[in-house]
């Protein structure tokens, strides 16, 4: 065993591999020997109980030799084969990298290669003028230099000059698209310089269309029109000449189509160089285009464009349909604006015919779907022309209201004369359904009835709810007949329809009440003579509308519990009433005014106070005459009294007023105040003219003190300036007399005191006026 492990520890330097193994088997099969002689010694020692100290130790001896010799092997193989083993990851390493940089290398070239051969079989195809695979091959160098630029150790003054010449060359292939597109489709339009206001600036616009483009020898295998198409798809381009094109064609050849009557559109077919588009004008009285006209012309320019450039299909879709995706929606509404809306029937007796224009709709839809300018799910027009009740409505109620408020701003003062006879001409309408079995039910249930016996014996005038004699705008009898005709429209149309017309009616009031006061504000201050007039147009108004619901009632699809106008009336009535007022307050106030310059009536004795007072008498007399000629034959008459004798008796009561608180009026103030008073009591009636036949004015001049509160007052005082004291007396007749109706014991005994002397007659007068 020493041997051994002298024979180990003498080997230095470096190991084979090979021996190695062998010296680990070595010391394994000695391991096992010493294994097996220490069981051999334990079972010698602790079983069959054999002394062996001395065996024992050499044993041990021969158990740390063993020890020594695996340590000295473990340290020899954690140096020496670990060494040897990092020198070889190292070297390996080193091949990797090498042999990676080698693959990258060889990569870049092959991009290289392929960025070579794409440019030559694109510029021999771009020579062909085989568009699609000179497309393909500048996608093909465009996917190389693009991995070439992914490469980080790529050289940068290589993949730049790559770069420029990729994108000249992309740049190179749309301008040649660009040049076959145009000759694909070459347009002629106005110059810049004109103004696109009429039919006659479009008519230098045409297009002319050659499916083959410019003249191609016939060698070339492909067609050239899918050529270009397709590689325009491929550039990405085709979406973009597309949408140009469509822009141009909708401004200068299919909006003026629709919107111009005149413009005709004509094509001529040419065998070698395809087919032109021209606009040509035509004379037409026509304000609006016809809806089939429209779709005949629209449909002739797109089955032109279907024919010679647009029946093509690029990745599994037409591209008609990219046409009309891109110019469908702003067609549509145009063709909607300037030709359905002015289709809709201005009546409902017309809606039966616009069927005709559905019918063309519906064609004209389905040639575009044929065509593929129309998807499956647009049908925008159809959509608009089947919804011609509501159409309908809508431009009815639209059209209603701006005739009314045309007739709420025009001007007032050209009038009407109504009488008691008068009758809104409301046409016949249908009987409602069902009114007769109801009236043969009724008839049956009443049969055994006296007929003469349900009759009233007192009966109502035949003049009970009509309108006094009087003057109305003539706007305002237009617009009643306007809501009457609004109505009967109403009852003739759809239910949905039927119920717009009706609101729209209500409408018409509501904008009357919001906008006739506030539009003729200013006059009806000013001039008397409109202030009547608006104020007999309110109760024309609120005493129609009293009736005018129930005689539609019947014949409109409204719930039950709608108002219809009923509750119009008591508004229009406060605005007439409030209108009137307001001019009467006006003439109120310059009539106090008038008469503040009278100096308080006072000191008449002096020819100057007398001129003024005097004069401010005659003004306010004619003031009220001037407002009696202008109400004259405009006014009810009861109105018309009313009106004026209210203003006399504010004047009546203001010169009263004034006299009573004189406290000394002498002989000649005295005269000159019952002149004064006298003046109005003769003049006075006078102003009382309501109707033009001055014969027939005398009766309502005899009423002036049923108009005139005052009146009498003014009697008795003109009475008393003129009196004695024995005089007053007698008519005030202890509290009895005309007097004492007029004035109370107070106003009497201060008049008396100012009009004669202290005395004991006076103060015997004065003890008689007792009550």
């Known amino acids: 065993m020493s041997s051994f492990v002298t024979e180990v520890l003498a080997s230095s ?11 680990i088997s070595k010391l394994s099969r000695k391991v096992e020997e010493t294994k097996e002689e220490v069981t051999d010694m334990i079972n010698k020692k602790y079983i069959e109980f054999i002394p062996s100290m001395e065996g024992a130790e050499e044993l041990l001896d021969q158990v740390e030799s063993v020890s020594k010799d695996i340590d000295l092997l473990k340290s020899c193989i954690e140096n020496e084969v670990q060494q040897n083993l990092h020198d070889a990851v190292t070297e390996y390493a080193k091949l990797k990298q090498q042999l990676e940089k080698n693959t990258t290398i060889i990569k870049l070239l092959q991009h290289l290669q392929e960025f070579d051969t794409a440019v030559e079989e694109y510029h021999r195809a771009l020579h062909e003028k085989n568009y699609v695979v000179a497309a393909k ?142 606009l040509q004008c035509t004379e037409t009285k026509a304000e609006h285009p016809d809806p089939s006209q429209v779709y005949t012309k629209v449909l002739t320019v797109l089955k032109t464009l279907h024919e010679h450039l647009f029946d093509v299909s690029i990745d599994q879709k037409k591209v008609s349909e990219i046409l009309g995706d891109l110019i469908w929606e702003e067609m549509s509404e145009c063709i909607i604006h300037e030709c359905l809306v002015h289709s809709i029937p201005t009546n409902s007796s017309q809606l039966a015919e616009y069927s005709e224009v559905i019918k063309q709709t519906e064609d004209f839809e389905s040639s575009l779907k044929e065509m593929g300018y129309l998807t499956g799910d647009s049908a925008d027009l159809l959509k608009y022309a089947r919804n011609v009740n509501c159409h309908f409505a809508s431009k009815k109620c639209q059209d209603v209201i701006v005739a009314a408020r045309k007739l709420m701003t025009s001007e007032m003062h050209n009038t009407v004369k109504i009488t ?42 035949p003049s009970t709810l009509c309108l006094p004699v009087c003057r109305i705008s003539e706007s305002v009898q237009q617009l009643m007949d306007l809501a009457i005709q609004t109505l009967s429209e109403a009852v003739g149309s759809s239910p949905q329809c039927a119920v717009q017309l009706f609101y729209t009616v209500r409408n018409i009031f509501h904008l009357f009440y919001d906008v006739v006061p ?51 009336v008591p508004g229009f009535r406060r605005l007439g009433a409030r209108c009137f007022v307001a001019q009467m307050n006006v003439q109120k106030a310059e009539m106090l005014e008038r008469l503040s310059t009278a100096r308080n009536f006072s000191n008449l004795d002096d020819e100057d106070n007398y001129s003024v007072a005097s004069k401010a008498i005659r003004q306010v007399i004619h003031q ?11 006014l009810p008459v009861n109105i018309y009294c009313k009106a004026i004798g209210t203003l006399l008796n504010t004047a009546i009561s203001e010169l009263i007023n004034k006299i009573m608180m004189l406290e000394d009026i002498s002989n000649v103030d005295g005269e000159r105040l019952r002149t004064l008073c006298q003046t109005i009591i003769e003049e006075g009636p006078l ?85």
């Not at 330097?13 to 010296?23: F, H, I, P, R, W």
């Not at 539009?519 to 007039?533: C, E, G, Q, S, T």
């Not at 009220?624 to 000629?629: D, I, S, T, W």
């Open 13 to 23: 330097g470096k190991l084979e591999k090979d021996d190695l193994a062998c010296k």
């Open 137 to 278: 091959q500048h996608g093909t160098a465009r996917a190389s230099v693009d991995a070439l630029k992914a490469w980080k150790d790529t050289e940068l003054p290589l993949v730049r000059a790559l770069s420029s010449e990729i994108t000249i060359q992309r740049e190179n292939l749309i301008h040649h698209l660009g040049q076959e597109w145009q000759k694909l489709a070459d347009w002629k339009l106005p110059s810049n310089k004109t103004e696109l206001t009429c039919a006659k600036s479009f008519l230098k616009t045409s297009l002319h269309l050659n499916r083959g483009g410019s003249k191609v020898d016939e060698s070339i295998p492909h067609a050239l029109l899918p050529s270009i198409l397709q590689a325009l798809s491929i550039q990405g381009e085709l979406h973009k000449k597309i949408k140009l094109f469509g822009q141009v064609l909708l401004k200068y050849m299919l909006k003026p189509l629709i919107i111009y009557p005149s413009l005709m559109v004509e094509v001529s077919s040419q065998p070698e160089q395809g087919a032109v588009l021209t």
């Open 420 to 461: 008691p006879e008068y009758k809104l001409s409301i046409p016949k309408l249908p009987s409602p359904s069902g009114g007769e079995k109801e009236r043969k039910e009724s008839g049956k249930k009443s049969g055994h009835y006296d007929q003469r016996s349900l009759e009233n014996e007192k009966q109502l005038s």
């Open 518 to 568: 506030t539009y003729h504000k200013d006059n009806f201050l000013k001039l008397p003579h409109l202030a009547a007039i608006q104020h007999n147009n309110c109760m024309f108004i609120a005493h129609h509308l009293l009736t005018l619901g129930f005689q539609f009632k019947p014949h409109l699809p409204l719930k039950d519990g709608v108002a219809y106008f009923v509750d119009l």
């Open 624 to 634: 009220l005459r001037r407002l009696g000629k202008v109400w004259q034959d405009v």
């Open 687 to 771: 102003v009382f003219n309501p109707l033009p036949d001055e014969n027939k004015n005398k009766k309502y001049q005899e009423e002036v003190p049923v108009y005139v509160k005052k009146w009498m007052t003014l009697k008795e005082i003109s009475m008393v300036l003129n009196a004695n004291l024995q005089e007053i007396v007698d008519r005030w007749a202890e509290g009895k007399g005309p007097l004492a109706v007029e004035f109370s014991c107070n106003e009497m005994k201060s008049l008396i005191r100012a009009l004669f002397k202290n005395t004991e007659r006076r103060a015997a007068a004065l003890a008689k006026i007792v009550k």
